[in-house]
């Protein structure tokens, strides 16, 4: 992957503050002001644009207060490139301008605001162009002071406006764009609580004697936690990971007056004298998700050293002593920041609550199926019609695990095939006694010469374990018991994350086609050749599938 | 410990073979110092040895000799 750097200025291709970006992606440097040229560029390469504006407003403009009159000329290469171009523009900007704080004491200056019009510009184009990323330098350099950003020396020897430092900082910035471009943020933030959610050690002072108030260092625990809250609102998980004894953790949670978060931020807990890393694996088990998308908070160094060598796939980052720095730290990390929040992410917290609840009290049973008969699930079959269309989409998009063949559909193609078989083109919506789970489950089935084919079989893993998938399955075969279907063909494309869909196969009465030895696959072979199926293929009679469980559910 | 300047010159140019004794080397001396590149290398050297060249230097100062005697100077006022 190449990344195009382009720039109304010059950038000191080869400095040593580009490296970090240089390992993240090749970088190709245009000539020196060849800005609208590369956004012209013919190639698909990402794009790094930096302008400063300083550069490109010409002097004679200085009268004029249509401002759209002297930017929308400029914005033009860009506008081209982005109707043309899908690959990540990044267009990152500055309009620094040395000046008196008198010329602005009592009007926004005609600097000012021409550079306001030309943020507002590049954020409207952003809103109807999905691959355009904009980077306000200004605020990124006025993080460590303007005066360290520029260097009017490299200016007049070298055509370049920035000190290495501005190189530095800009390089930061953008590495961090296109990294969140190509990585999902994390999802999980593992904390621990003495010292870290508050001051001192709850088993030795008690919940009375924790520092946590709103003056001194008790003010920097409470903000910090202000600031964890504001990650969960925002879908982030919140998980505890703290040695001490349960009850007192609890305790403070529900007593403590100066306590921002409460115990219904916490999604999942391990409060025991166990290894850290062990509990954290213990937890992304429950949660259903991958060890990389948590991160370990503890401001113990210990604590972080053995996460770091037992726990490698978490990311564990080095903590300042001083917990005064803690909160703004955590709000600049990237380490959570997302392009956007949706309304989905921001109910993803109780999402997850609902589901490790539902975990933990499945674990301590012993009669699974009472124990399935007494959360009340309601499964609900949706036919996909257009208003459908997006969830069945993204469905198919963002399914992973519990994906047979992790083919992701468009709507327009979901479309087509409800157009076909209505009956057998639906979604499954689901409600229990841990709370509406909303349209989690989806399936296309296709017949192709008189044989039935698992086109799509999809299941959030929010709702794991409740075997909600032999429902959906019993659904399709009373179907084509009715149509008088033979066989049901079923294809398992192994993705690298998707193996416990393959055991779903085997679980529910499917066997693996041997077209060499076995007879039945002459009946199937013409559906299989003209299926073109490439991954593992498997099969049944309808009337030879395993439903279990078919009493647990409850029918509307 | 700061690093001497062949160490950062050999930091700079990992791809070229630069000698124990380099200081007659100068820009020109391969192909790859060209005047950007020791532009570059210059910055390097004010990151490293915390110092910061005038213009005029940044045009003078042409071979690692020059680069030296600048830098003791520096180090001496």
Redesign the interface.
Known sequence: MTIRVSSTSFL?????QWTPLSQFDQLHFGEYGDWHLALLSPDSDSSLCVIFLEDIVPDTAQSSSDFDAILLPLLQPLEMRLSRVQAPTLIAFSGWRNGSPIHNARQLSWWRQLVRRFEDLLYQLAASHPSLYILNLDSVWAQKGMATAFDT??F???RCRLS?QGIEQLVISAVGIFERIRNAAKKVLVLDCDNTLWGGVVGEVGTSGITLESDGTGNAFVNFQKAVRQLSREGILLVLASKNNEAEVWDVFESHPGMALQRSDIVAARIDWNEKAENVRAMAEELDLGLSSFVFWDDNPLEREKMRSLCPEVTTPELPVDVGQWPDLIKASNLFARFSVTSDDERKSAQYRNRAAFVSEKKQVTDEAGFLRSIAMQPRLLPITAPLLPRAEQLCAKTNQYNLRTIRHTAADIAVFAGQDPELTFLVQLSDRFGDHGIIAMAIVREVSGIAFLDTFLMSCRVLGRHLEAWILEQIVSTLQVRGVQWLLAEFIPSGRNEVSRDFLSDHGFVRLNTENDLRADKLTVAVDSLALKGDVYFSEINSLLIPYKDVFNQL | MKPTLTGLLRQHFPNSHIPDNASNLAVGSFPEWDSLAHFNFLLLVEENYDVRFTIEEMADLKSLRDVEVALARLSAA
Do not use: D, F
């Open positions: 000191l291709p080869g400095n040593r020396r490299n007049y020897a070298a290495s």
